[in-house]
């Protein structure tokens, strides 16, 4: 009742998109009933969580923040939401996101962006981008409307939010968590992971909505580890990776200053610090934002009119002009924008050029990693390249807005696990993420670092 009482006061910061206050009361009675009943609590036993709109959740509307899909109800439930359910959590609501996760400020959704809760201490009261694409997911764990939410992460939508606004998130290893009833982005990269408070809750939530999926062919056939329980500050042992190639030009100092004070801590928590090399990093953006416009062209040529949400019917139109129309109507303008560059790359005549390059370039980077493991066990560096930017600052300028994912898409396309913890604020008082990257499976190394 006090997260759904706070949800209602906050309206003003947009984070929710649907509220489902009788789904987390539901949830709290079935851990009060079974407490009465002397049975062991669940691990979220009635935990009321946020839930980003592009989890399908049956019988409660799912939009991907898009108008394409209003009105859709979907009939089932996504693996990971139903995977929070059995563990205990409730639902108090849909949360606000860049449409179809294409976004790094939350600018892009069809309901208006979310506010974050932050505002500078000079410079008056500019309303801040909360991040994206998971900033109704970081916006509302910040403001403390609830303990935790999911987010999904395609190039940085789970690290970059929380970085923005104090938070943690973590992006486990390709293929943990399962991606049926996830509405699809770039099906190659996408995976779910939790947003919270602190490193234990990410730990915690995790748990819950990791594991093997038959219904979904990228699902990584293993147990889920106890990463609650495995989780220790102490890194004796441990060899950290500072990327030389990630202290990029004009890097602001106080990024500089940000990442130093995350190798003294993590020196200090017994970890040997190595310089190692990724060689091919500043070809990850471009090839990034070739990989996932043409797979998101594919994935959303699904919404036609026919199937899902909208259609526009003009009088007298046949089934070309229903698609037309329902589309142009449908999609925001960054989601055309991808669809344009996704078909154009996957094009006959432009397919080598760019998208067999950009595959060929992802495989470059996957075996950067790769070496790097040979020096190091976990890797560190800066979230973002700044703190969180005012609403409409970098709106009109795309390539600035996809700049912002300079840090995380590296590891994205290699689908390596990686955590975004609060590193500090910045001299306007704002919240600055430290990332820590893992080799394959190593959530407990990243977790570690983070606590
Ligand atoms: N900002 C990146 C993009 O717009 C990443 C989004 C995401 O991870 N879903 O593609």
Redesign the pocket.
């Known amino acids: 009742e006090a997260f759904n009482a706070r949800v209602d006061a906050a309206d003003a910061l947009n984070a929710f998109l649907v509220k489902t206050p009788d789904h987390a009361l539901a949830a709290a009675d079935v851990a009060d009933a079974a407490r009465a009943a002397g049975e062991a609590p669940k691990p979220l036993a009635g935990v009321p969580i946020g839930m980003k709109d592009l989890f399908c959740t049956k019988g409660v509307a799912t939009t991907a923040a898009s108008h394409i899909l209003e009105g859709f109800v979907p009939p089932y439930e996504s693996a990971v939401s139903q995977n929070l359910w059995d563990a205990g959590a409730g639902m108090l609501g849909k949360l606000n996101m860049?449409q179809f996760?294409?976004?790094?400020s939350n600018e892009t959704s069809a309901f208006g962006n979310v506010i974050s809760p932050w505002r500078r201490k000079d410079g008056g009261n500019a309303p801040l981008a909360p991040g994206?694409?998971?900033g109704g997911s970081s916006s509302a764990v910040a403001a403390r409307l609830c303990p935790g939410a999911t987010g999904?992460?395609?190039?940085?939508?789970?690290r970059?939010p929380a970085a923005f606004t104090g938070i943690s998130g973590i992006k486990p290893t390709y293929g943990r968590c399962s991606r049926w009833g996830t509405i699809a982005?770039a099906s190659s990269?996408?995976q779910a992971g939790p947003m919270a408070r602190d490193v234990r809750d990410c730990a915690i939530m995790l748990e819950a909505m990791a594991g093997f999926d038959v219904r979904d062919a990228t699902s990584l056939q293993l147990d889920v580890p106890q990463w609650e329980a495995g989780l220790s500050a102490d890194l004796k042992g441990k060899r950290i990776g500072i990327p030389k190639e990630y202290r990029v030009d004009g890097m602001p100092a106080e990024i500089e200053t940000l990442w130093q004070q995350g190798i003294d801590w993590l020196r200090d928590a017994g970890a040997e610090i190595v310089e190692v090399s990724l060689p091919h990093t500043k070809y990850a953006l471009p090839a990034?934002?070739i990989i996932?416009p043409a797979e998101a062209s594919s994935n959303l040529a699904r919404y036609d009119g026919v199937r899902y949400g909208l259609r526009d019917l003009p009088e007298g139109a046949g089934l070309q002009d229903m698609y037309a129309a329902t589309r142009a109507d449908g999609f925001g303008d960054e989601v055309k924008r991808r669809i344009m560059i996704g078909t154009y790359v996957l094009s006959a005549g432009f397919y080598d050029a760019y998208y067999t390059q950009a595959q060929k370039v992802r495989t470059l980077i996957a075996r950067d990693f790769e070496r790097a493991w040979e020096a190091c066990d976990l890797l560190l560096a800066p979230t973002a390249p700044s703190a969180a930017f005012a609403l409409g600052e970098k709106s009109a300028d795309p390539i600035a807005?996809?700049l912002?994912?300079v840090f995380?898409?590296p590891s994205?396309l290699a689908g390596l696990p990686a955590m975004s913890v609060p590193g500090g604020l910045d001299a306007a008082g704002l919240p600055l993420g430290l990332q820590i990257i893992g080799k394959p499976l190593d959530e407990q190394g990243v977790l570690n670092a983070g606590l």
Do not use: H, P
């Not at 996760?101 to 790094?104: D, I, K, T």
């Not at 999904?152 to 789970?158: A, K, L, Q, V, W």
């Open positions: 860049d996760a294409m976004g790094s994206g694409s998971s999904t992460d395609t190039g940085g939508s789970i970059q982005f990269l996408d990034y934002y996932a807005m996809y912002n994912d995380t898409v994205s």
